[in-house]
């Protein structure tokens, strides 16, 4: 029996000290498959497995609150800004970038192909009473589309009931836009790589107002003694390398590119 918890307490220990570090990260990176991309590579060069927590940017920003992870990638400058300044990160690290769009019926019946910009794309939808899926879940790409509803003049809490909040990931809105034959509001990469698009297509692009950046915030370790700073440092040097700058801009689905590298070196 001695023998049995010495063992145990050797693969403990083991475990405890394993290379192992956790990565909070928006849905739309694991939608878009540059995790698949990125993660093996990270793991050649560092030697270092990442388990990643796919949750939306709200989600992400609580988690490493708490302490739950080692680091953050995410996309809602507002949100990481806040979550640096009260002391739950040490820094921001730009790390890429691509653009909002808006999906919708291929037949287009709220007219949005022929918007002026992002606000008048949704102005119309709202006009037209057109079903209209969000992720209502507090998201980088939720807190996005709630910003161009509010520059439309729009209050996104008192809509009717073709505004659809399901409270789900980028893939599960995606689908249920498909099943309602609806708008909806989407980053680029994660509607590439789309399996089910049928019945939609990508009417709204273009406006400024829809850039999306993503960013890198190690958690501060003076918060919780279980956070592994020096792992989330070793990641976010790989980030800026020129590799990951290599890997992140020759990604791409059907020959369209889905981000754009736009980190400074460390």
Avoid at 68 to 74: E, Q
Avoid at 103 to 131: E, H, N, T, V, Y
Avoid at 176 to 197: E, K
């Amino acid at each position: 029996m001695r023998v049995l918890f010495t063992v145990i307490a050797v693969l403990w220990g083991q475990f405890l000290a394993a290379d192992v570090m956790r990565l909070a990260v928006t849905t739309s990176f694991e939608n878009s498959g540059l995790a698949d991309v990125l993660l093996p590579a990270i793991k050649d060069d560092l030697g270092l497995d990442i388990q990643l927590l796919v949750v939306g940017t709200g989600q992400a920003l609580r988690l490493g609150e708490a302490g739950d992870v080692d680091a953050i990638l995410v996309h809602s400058k507002a949100a990481e800004e806040a979550f640096v300044a009260v002391g739950h990160g040490t820094h921001r690290r730009e790390i890429m970038f691509n653009d909002f769009v808006v999906i919708g019926p291929k037949a287009d019946g709220a007219g949005i192909g022929a918007a002026i910009d992002a606000a008048d794309a949704l102005g119309r939808i709202a006009a037209a009473s057109a079903p209209f899926v969000s992720r209502g879940d507090d998201s980088g790409t939720h807190k996005a589309e709630l910003a161009i509803w509010t520059s439309a003049g729009i209050d996104a809490a008192a809509l009717g009931p073709w505004y659809q909040s399901v409270g789900a990931g980028m893939g599960a809105a995606l689908n249920t836009a498909v099943g309602l034959d609806a708008y909806v509001f989407s980053d680029r990469a994660s509607w590439l790589n789309f399996n089910n698009q049928d019945g939609l297509a990508l009417l709204y692009q273009g406006d400024p107002a829809l850039f999306n950046q993503y960013a890198y915030l190690p958690v501060n370790p003076d918060k919780n003694a279980l956070v592994r700073n020096d792992l989330a440092m070793q990641v976010e040097g790989w980030l800026t390398s020129s590799t990951a700058a290599d890997l992140i801009n020759g990604y791409q689905i059907g020959g369209e590119k889905l981000f754009t590298f736009n980190a400074s070196r460390p």
